[in-house]
């Protein structure tokens, strides 16, 4: 198997453990880059698990409405769903089946080979497998993409996000930057200066920059289409207050 070698056009949202706002922040930013480039990017969701095709709550209905994605199938934004709501291989296995990861980075390769950059949600955190020697942090670093890792923002995050850097780095992450998510207004009315304390500790012990904390603006849990467009207008007006992440995601993007 061959893999992607220096730097590609995209990037590979992970984080310190799940429902912490990856699926938020991959729609968000499509529908911020399309808001900008008058067309969206390629959006990919190897993996989902837990869910069905369809169902409001699947990260692949998320990601095509939230990502302003109209156009764009659901059943082509993600490449395999599983039932059980497990790890992707634990999910898989309950069906009596497996994830190739091999075809993984082939698709990951023709998508990347098609126009526009490509944007990566992984599953659960960076170390979530999809084989027993592959897991999310291998993929991208397989298909040579820089990694977001979204951390949670309170007690025991310095832990988690500075293990999911190594780790990152173990498998050959070339470049990671961390973005806070899960900042509550009662935790921004609250809790502020530890969400900043730990960010800072976090940069002085692994070196990578901590670029802002995500808009708190949680998915609607609906079919309606004016909702969502409420909810990516409202994200993409966020995301003009945060100069330092939108930068950064400009060159990963190439905007």
Known sequence: MSVIKGRQDGL????????????????GISAWFKAHMKRPPQVWKPVQSGVQLGDVIADSYR???GGWLTNVPEKEIVSSTFRAPLAPMAAAR???SA??????????????GRQGPLLIEGAGGVAVPFTPSKTMAHLAADLGLPMMIVAA???????????AIHYARYCGV?????????????????SLPDVKENAAIIEELT??????????????????????????EEWVQAMEEQTVWTDWLRQCLRT
């Not at 453990?17 to 991959?26: F, L, M, S």
């Not at 994830?99 to 990347?112: A, D, K, N, P």
């Not at 070339?174 to 609250?190: A, F, R």
């Open 12 to 27: 590979f949202v992970s984080s310190t453990g799940t429902e912490i706002g990856k699926t938020i922040a991959v729609s």
């Open 63 to 65: 990601l095509k409405h």
């Open 94 to 96: 309950r069906e009596q």
């Open 99 to 112: 994830i190739s990861y091999t075809s993984l980075i082939e698709e990951g390769r023709v998508r990347m």
């Open 153 to 163: 923002p309170l007690l025991g995050t310095i832990s988690h996000t500075v293990t």
């Open 174 to 190: 070339q470049e990671i930057k961390v973005v806070i998510g899960g900042v509550t207004p009662q935790i921004q009315d609250e």
């Open 207 to 232: 070196g990578v920059p901590v670029l802002g904390i995500m808009p708190w603006l949680p998915h609607p849990v609906t079919y309606s289409e004016v909702e969502w467009r409420l909810w990516r």
